[in-house]
């Protein structure tokens, strides 16, 4: 959008891609619990790619700035394809040990795509054209979609196909909501790493160090969700979760000792080793608290409120920085810790006792 030369109105439209995601995404999957995704993926990802072709048209043909907007709004009814893909491995191998490092390896594929996927529309966005990376992203997410709703074998059974839909995970049960505040406070701290990354990299004069930071953040998170799934621990669920929440508070303690790009990116490695796993724990929470029929729904719901996180990180931690500098961006760090500890404390007291131990 840089015929605009306005970085607000990118910012206000990337919001609203990213509210309507976090507030339609849920309502989406719990649409795909009662009539499966081979019925819904289809549909919504019809709509989510109209949307996505009226930002590319409305900034290519310098169309009015309502069009952006509305075209962010369709584009954010995009449907939750890792919650989809979890629901399916919960499926296929529910009460078994291999569900957890199937939730691993997901939390890793999630890492690898913010990895690759920023400097990769980026790139191509500057090679071919100013939309190219919008475009690039439609078209991976119609072939993933597609090939998704092929997998008919790992597709999970509709459980109330002729049932009055259940109450929404959010109002009916403590798990969701407790645990979708975790997940807030994690995204903050995610999205507070992305400002003070760019922050600290232009005050010391190397903008391209900023990629190094984020990337030392997103291998220290693959590293541990690696190792978290490769191992058995016998530990309730509800233990994990405070365990969790006390190491990625006890994480951004070296945080005050960071002046340049490469304390932050040491730093940033340590919290990123907590991060992974305690959103398999999460998840796996998700897993084993709610029926088959509401999994979806409750496993998005989470994944909304990391993406709400990251929208609010760095929304407050820019302003911090804008108004005093990197430095001032780190105490919400600090805050977001707190927060994601004291919900993982006040969910592990009202969270019921999970059957079967992490594995």
């Not at 394809?81 to 009460?95: D, H, K, P, Y």
């Not at 609010?312 to 805050?335: F, T």
Request: glycine share 8%.
């Amino acid at each position: 959008m840089q015929w605009r030369e306005s970085y607000a109105l990118a910012g206000a439209v990337s919001a609203t891609f990213v509210l309507m995601y976090a507030v339609v995404s849920p309502y989406t999957s719990r649409w795909v619990d009662s009539k499966g995704q081979r019925y819904v993926l289809p549909r919504i990802t019809l709509l989510c790619v109209s949307g996505g072709g009226i930002v590319v048209l409305a900034s290519y043909l310098e169309l009015h700035n309502a069009f952006l907007f509305v075209g962010a709004a369709l584009l954010g009814c995009m449907p939750s394809i890792s919650a989809f893909i979890r629901a399916r491995w919960t499926a296929l191998l529910s009460g078994q040990p291999a569900l957890q490092t199937a939730y691993s390896l997901e939390t890793v594929a999630d890492e690898l795509s913010f990895i690759v996927g920023p400097p990769l529309s980026v790139g191509v966005s500057v090679v071919w054209f100013t939309q190219a990376g919008v475009v690039l992203a439609l078209v991976v997410l119609v072939i993933g979609a597609f090939a998704l709703m092929n997998q008919h074998a790992t597709e999970p059974a509709i459980a109330r196909p002729n049932q009055a839909k259940p109450p929404s995970v959010l109002w009916s049960t403590p798990t969701v909501p407790l645990l979708t505040l975790v997940m807030i406070g994690m995204g903050v701290m995610v999205g507070a790493v992305d400002i003070l990354s760019v922050a600290f990299a232009e005050q010391q004069g190397l903008p391209a160090a900023a990629s190094l930071v984020l990337s030392a953040y997103a291998v220290g998170s693959c590293a541990a969700g690696l190792v978290f799934g490769a191992h058995t621990v016998a530990v309730p669920l509800r233990k994990l979760l405070v365990w969790g929440g006390v190491a990625i508070a006890i994480s951004t303690i070296p945080f005050i000792w960071v002046s340049g790009v490469v304390g932050l990116s040491a730093s940033v490695f340590v919290a990123g080793v907590c991060f992974a796993p305690t959103m398999i724990v999460a998840m796996s929470l998700v897993e084993r608290q709610l029926a088959s029929s509401q999994i979806t729904e409750g496993m998005t719901w989470l994944l909304a409120g990391l993406n709400s996180g990251v929208a609010l990180g760095a929304s407050w931690s820019g302003n911090r920085v804008d108004a005093a500098g990197a430095q001032a961006g780190i105490p919400v760090l600090w805050w977001a810790a707190l927060a994601v500890l004291m919900f993982a404390a006040i969910a592990a007291m009202q969270l019921r006792e999970p059957a079967k131990t992490a594995s």
